[in-house]
């Protein structure tokens, strides 16, 4: 076997694509610019490890299942000007998860409160925080089926290994009283061990219409609120403004219709 064959033979063995992949190209370039096998191998290593992380980025995106992406750079605070751009921007550090702490993103249906939550769980992805995304209608529904098919243990362990879960339009629906339970359990489980980012359009005192019970709410909004950052987005619809923005674009520019 030829030295070449076998160094891409080795390369395949252990796993490092990039490296074999550009080694002779690095090695050229390092050629041209006089460049010393210290730095022709350091630039080797560092396309290795910018790829093998884009992978792991790109396999948590995938993984926290977001509906649309979103970043904060497309976020028009100017719309909503009750939102502290600041706090946002420091929240997107990610040090609230280190800290185990919650985020609860509370106002009017469409002000930007699930563009926010996906984009802060983004930028932890883009963190190496795992993180999973979810409309509480649909939570719940899978925790009733995994209930219903005795795996409901096994499953609040594999959410439990998520640093940030996003639970969004929390009140958008009514509960039922089984379903209420097992979100109280989840959250209840996640106490301290794990934080969460929640968008509701009601005000607590109007959370016993989605739980229909003033007790179980009651203890429900004092472990999501302890330790928790609470952004109001009360406002003009984001949304419908956004909505005005672009009809305002198209009068002037009726060639993009």
């Given at each position: 076997?030829?030295?070449e064959?076998?160094?891409d033979?080795y390369l395949?063995?252990?796993?490092?694509?990039?490296?074999?992949?550009?080694?002779?190209?690095?090695?050229?370039?390092?050629?041209?610019h006089?460049?010393?096998?210290?730095?022709?191998l350091?630039?080797?290593?560092?396309?290795?490890v910018?790829?093998?992380?884009?992978?792991?980025l790109?396999?948590?995106?995938?993984?926290?299942?977001?509906?649309v992406?979103?970043?904060l750079?497309?976020?028009?605070?100017?719309?909503?000007?009750?939102?502290n751009?600041?706090?946002i921007?420091?929240?997107?550090?990610?040090?609230?998860?280190r800290?185990?702490?919650?985020?609860?993103?509370?106002?009017?249906?469409g002000?930007?409160?699930?563009?926010?939550a996906t984009?802060?769980?983004i930028?932890?992805?883009?963190q190496?925080y795992?993180?999973?995304f979810?409309?509480?209608?649909?939570?719940?529904?899978e925790?009733?089926?995994?209930?219903?098919?005795?795996?409901?243990?096994?499953?609040?362990?594999?959410?439990?290994?998520?640093?940030?879960?996003?639970?969004?339009?929390?009140?958008?629906?009514?509960l039922?009283?089984?379903a209420?339970e097992?979100l109280?359990?989840?959250?209840a489980?996640?106490?301290?061990r794990?934080?969460?980012?929640?968008?509701?359009?009601?005000?607590?005192s109007?959370?016993p219409q989605v739980f229909?019970?003033?007790k179980?709410t009651?203890?429900?909004?004092?472990?999501?609120?302890?330790k928790?950052h609470?952004i109001?987005?009360n406002?003009?619809?984001?949304?419908?403004?956004?909505?005005?923005?672009?009809?305002?674009?198209?009068?002037?520019?009726?060639e993009?219709r």
């Amino acid at each position: 076997m030829s030295q070449e064959l076998l160094l891409d033979y080795y390369l395949k063995r252990l796993k490092l694509p990039t490296v074999r992949r550009l080694y002779k190209e690095l090695a050229r370039d390092a050629a041209e610019h006089n460049k010393t096998f210290e730095e022709y191998l350091q630039a080797l290593m560092e396309q290795e490890v910018i790829h093998r992380e884009d992978n792991q980025l790109q396999r948590r995106l995938k993984a926290a299942g977001f509906p649309v992406p979103k970043t904060l750079e497309s976020f028009d605070f100017t719309v909503m000007p009750s939102v502290n751009k600041a706090k946002i921007l420091a929240l997107s550090k990610s040090e609230y998860i280190r800290d185990r702490e919650n985020i609860l993103l509370v106002g009017n249906s469409g002000t930007g409160k699930t563009h926010l939550a996906t984009a802060l769980g983004i930028a932890a992805c883009r963190q190496g925080y795992r993180v999973r995304f979810w409309r509480v209608g649909q939570f719940v529904a899978e925790l009733q089926e995994a209930q219903n098919e005795h795996r409901l243990s096994r499953l609040e362990k594999q959410w439990l290994r998520f640093d940030l879960v996003v639970l969004d339009e929390l009140g958008y629906v009514s509960l039922s009283r089984p379903a209420s339970e097992l979100l109280f359990h989840f959250v209840a489980a996640r106490y301290e061990r794990g934080s969460l980012i929640i968008t509701t359009n009601l005000e607590f005192s109007e959370w016993p219409q989605v739980f229909g019970d003033q007790k179980m709410t009651a203890a429900l909004a004092d472990r999501v609120t302890h330790k928790a950052h609470i952004i109001e987005m009360n406002g003009e619809s984001y949304r419908f403004r956004e909505t005005l923005r672009r009809q305002e674009a198209l009068k002037h520019h009726p060639e993009t219709r």
